[in-house]
């Protein structure tokens, strides 16, 4: 987020505006409206200190403090390292996510991810580690012969 936004987004906090007010107003989404209350919670100072402060200084803070760091959940590290075996079980016959999820995931991680988060990631996996592709051809067009399979 830029600092001329987040200048933006103190100023209307310190108005008393509401949160989707403010999203309205600065076209940005509720989650930055959050991340930057959450700032200010944080830091302790006020609005108006922090509004005074430099734009250098506002990027720290903002960099510090969650939306421009990469800190990555410890469950999705967890999940990333159990990928491959996910994909191996998934692999097998008459495996579905949501056997896979209840009977090793949730064996391996009791406190990880839900089934929705687990579905969405190994979904993410999926599409980017997937090396197949759909082809959409004019029928007659050409003609395409598959070499893949058995003789």
């Known amino acids: ?34 991340a930057t209350r959450r700032l200010v919670d944080v830091d302790g100072r006020g609005i ?29 590290q ?4 159990m990928m491959p075996e996910i994909m191996r079980r998934l692999s097998r016959r008459h495996a579905h996510v949501q056997y896979v999820f209840e009977d090793y995931y949730r064996k391996e991680c009791p406190d990880g991810y839900g089934y929705t988060q ?17 082809n959409t051809y004019e029928p007659g067009d050409e003609w395409q012969i598959d070499f893949a399979g058995d003789p």
């Open 1 to 34: 987020m830029s600092t001329s936004k987040l200048r933006q987004i103190l100023q209307l906090l310190g108005d008393g505006m509401s949160q989707n007010r403010i999203c309205s107003e600065v076209h940005c989404s509720k989650r930055k409206v959050s």
């Open 78 to 81: 967890k999940l990333a390292s």
């Open 118 to 134: 687990f579905k969405k990631y190994v979904t993410e996996y999926r599409k980017n580690h997937d090396v197949s592709y759909h």
């Open 48 to 76: 108006g200190e922090l509004l005074l402060l430099s734009d250098a200084e506002l990027d720290r803070l903002l960099t510090k403090d969650g939306e421009g760091s990469v800190s990555e959940d410890a469950r999705k």
